[in-house]
């Protein structure tokens, strides 16, 4: 400040104060934080309301493999889940060559066998992505119904996605930002390709919408993601009714025993029946589809019935006003109009 001015009393002019949500030190401190978990929630809901997307089916599994290629059904394991980044080459799985060699380790030899069967269910969890969206897009209604949905990384997600992209539905990624390199799987509608900060809210997405969920063989996330949902049913926290597919059964008994929790007491012999399992794409779109139909199409068929014979007793009624005319009721100005 030069003399003169401090002389005068005169401050300098000052620029102009940024707007609080235009204020990024405001917005991605502390203090803003209630502001980016709605907006986590309203910039969702805006886009699915677009979109014109009605209920969702999601599906769950292991991010951890993706398929090089499709002809000897080759799997890469990647680094963590969610992850571009292979995983170093002491964690992969073991070749042929090493095999006969004798190069390879034990995990090595653990997960060339396991390598096969992940295999098996990406290409499961493509096929039954594709035929689900293209039962879903059959359906008379304004907007998309059970749409198939995954969290937006490679693997089962990225099967799913690709499933639905190939029968030329709608098809949503609810990805999560990670402190490792990440990025979309790119079968995902652009327009329903969306990344979180918060997991919870992420997680408030995959319950919302979804009328149905697939559990694929996974690990923690998928466990988590999977228990979570079952826990919401069992407690009645659900406002609807979810039928829960759990793909591959062989695989998920060795990981769980629940007929231990029924034994022990600590769940009701009755919460089993929360759940089906199916091993292969037929049976378990054959599930889906009778459970979406009995819970959903048939109810709002129902619905529609009612309202249509309801239309139809108020058109009867007329009979009760014989004699009467329009401007009776609206007058003659108004009758006139009433087109």
Same mark, same amino acid.
């Given at each position: 400040?030069?003399?003169?001015?401090?002389?005068?009393?005169?401050?300098?002019?000052?620029?102009?104060?940024?707007?609080?949500?235009?204020?990024?030190?405001?917005?991605?401190?502390?203090?803003?934080?209630?502001?980016?978990?709605?907006?986590?929630?309203?910039?969702?809901?805006?886009?699915?309301?677009?979109?014109?997307?009605?209920?969702?089916?999601?599906?769950?599994?292991?991010?951890?493999?993706?398929?090089?290629?499709? /002809?000897?059904?080759?799997?890469?394991?990647?680094?963590?889940?969610?992850?571009?980044?292979?995983?170093?080459?002491?964690?992969?799985?073991?070749?042929?060559?090493?095999?006969?060699?004798?190069?390879?380790?034990?995990?090595?030899?653990?997960?060339?066998?396991?390598?096969?069967? $992940?295999?098996?269910?990406?290409?499961? *969890?493509?096929?039954?992505?594709? $035929?689900?969206?293209?039962?879903?897009?059959?359906?008379?209604?304004?907007?998309?119904?059970?749409?198939?949905?995954?969290?937006?990384?490679?693997?089962?997600?990225?099967? /799913?996605?690709?499933?639905?992209?190939?029968?030329?539905?709608?098809?949503?990624?609810?990805?999560?930002?990670?402190?490792?390199?990440?990025?979309?799987?790119?079968?995902?509608?652009?327009?329903?390709?969306?990344?979180?900060?918060?997991?919870?809210?992420?997680?408030?997405?995959?319950?919302?919408?979804?009328?149905?969920?697939?559990?694929?063989?996974?690990?923690?996330?998928?466990?988590?993601?999977?228990?979570?949902?079952?826990?919401?049913?069992?407690?009645?926290?659900?406002?609807?009714?979810?039928?829960?597919?759990?793909?591959?059964?062989?695989?998920?008994?060795?990981?769980?025993?629940?007929?231990?929790?029924?034994?022990?007491?600590?769940?009701?012999?009755?919460?089993?029946?929360?759940?089906?399992?199916?091993?292969?794409?037929?049976?378990?779109?054959? $599930?889906?589809?009778?459970?979406?139909?009995?819970?959903?199409?048939?109810?709002?068929?129902?619905?529609?019935?009612?309202?249509?014979?309801?239309? /139809?007793?108020?058109? *009867?009624?007329?009979?009760?006003?014989?004699?009467?005319?329009?401007?009776?009721?609206?007058?003659?100005?108004?009758?006139?109009?009433?087109?």
């Amino acid at each position: 400040m030069a003399a003169s001015e401090a002389a005068s009393g005169s401050p300098e002019a000052l620029e102009k104060a940024p707007l609080a949500y235009e204020n990024p030190a405001f917005l991605n401190g502390a203090d803003g934080r209630l502001i980016r978990i709605m907006a986590e929630y309203l910039e969702p809901l805006a886009r699915f309301r677009r979109e014109q997307i009605q209920d969702t089916v999601v599906f769950f599994g292991s991010a951890r493999f993706r398929g090089r290629e499709e /002809a000897d059904h080759a799997l890469e394991l990647l680094e963590n889940t969610g992850s571009t980044q292979a995983a170093p080459s002491h964690e992969q799985p073991a070749s042929v060559p090493e095999i006969v060699e004798g190069t390879a380790t034990e995990l090595q030899r653990k997960r060339a066998v396991a390598a096969v069967e $992940m295999a098996r269910y990406y290409e499961d *969890a493509r096929r039954l992505s594709q $035929m689900l969206t293209t039962w879903a897009k059959q359906i008379p209604s304004r907007r998309h119904r059970f749409v198939v949905t995954s969290g937006g990384g490679p693997g089962i997600m990225e099967a /799913a996605n690709r499933g639905a992209y190939e029968a030329g539905g709608k098809t949503i990624g609810l990805n999560i930002r990670l402190p490792f390199e990440q990025s979309p799987n790119p079968y995902i509608t652009p327009s329903l390709n969306f990344e979180f900060h918060y997991f919870f809210m992420r997680k408030l997405w995959f319950a919302y919408l979804s009328k149905a969920l697939v559990v694929f063989p996974g690990g923690f996330g998928t466990l988590d993601e999977m228990f979570e949902i079952l826990t919401l049913a069992q407690t009645q926290k659900l406002a609807k009714k979810i039928t829960v597919v759990i793909y591959g059964s062989d695989y998920w008994k060795k990981v769980f025993n629940l007929q231990v929790l029924v034994d022990t007491g600590a769940i009701s012999p009755k919460d089993i029946d929360l759940f089906q399992f199916a091993d292969t794409p037929e049976q378990a779109f054959e $599930m889906l589809r009778k459970g979406l139909t009995e819970n959903y199409l048939a109810v709002e068929a129902a619905a529609g019935k009612q309202a249509t014979a309801a239309v /139809a007793a108020a058109t *009867a009624s007329k009979e009760l006003m014989a004699g009467w005319t329009l401007e009776d009721f609206l007058g003659p100005e108004m009758a006139k109009t009433s087109k």
